[in-house]
């Protein structure tokens, strides 16, 4: 049986900032998931809102 994987926006963020104190464990962790991954509207808002003031987000 597969099971689902849901992302939250901690991990999410984690996995785009650089200077996130758990971005290289999001990354090792990440590697060993197997898609699909799922998340949902509300925890990209958060996630791009968190994530406006890190180089190259969007203002």
Not at 2 to 15: G, H, Q, R, W, Y
Not at 22 to 51: G, N
Request: charged share 20%; with cysteine.
């Amino acid at each position: 049986m597969k099971s689902a994987i849901i992302i939250d926006t901690s991990p999410l963020v984690a996995f785009i900032d650089k200077s996130d104190n758990f971005h290289q464990w999001t990354i090792a962790t990440w590697k060993k998931l197997r898609p699909p991954l799922f998340t949902c509207e509300a925890v990209i808002a958060e996630s791009c809102f968190l994530l406006q003031n890190v180089h190259g987000g969007e203002s």
